[in-house]
């Protein structure tokens, strides 16, 4: 009895480092790395004297995910959010995003 407890409670350990190791962006992940560009961007348009929040981000849904390589995941994503030019929109995207040591951020595809 002992022995099939033990066996069960090492696969569930092992079972939930592996899925620690390899785990893809969530949607709040997604969300903040995609806020840190639109972030990015208001901040320069600042500095060219315009209204400093010319781009909002409402919403991000995570479509889906896949594996790219190692800490690296190609995520679709619906982005509702917009600018002071054409208004509130939805787009979808297909960013590539990377896993650092301060969380997600997009990165060149």
Known sequence: MNHAF????????????????SSE??????????????????????????????????????????SVRDKVFRCDVVVTGGNAITGEGKSTASLLLMKTKEGWAEVEQ
């Open 6 to 21: 033990y066996r069960v409670s090492a696969l569930v350990g092992l079972s939930v480092l592996l899925l620690g190791c």
């Open 25 to 66: 962006p969530s949607e709040a992940d997604i969300k903040a790395a995609v806020q840190a560009q639109y972030d990015a961007v208001n901040s320069l348009s600042g500095m060219f004297g315009m209204k400093k929040d010319i781009a909002n981000l409402t919403s991000v849904e995570k479509v889906g995910c896949s």
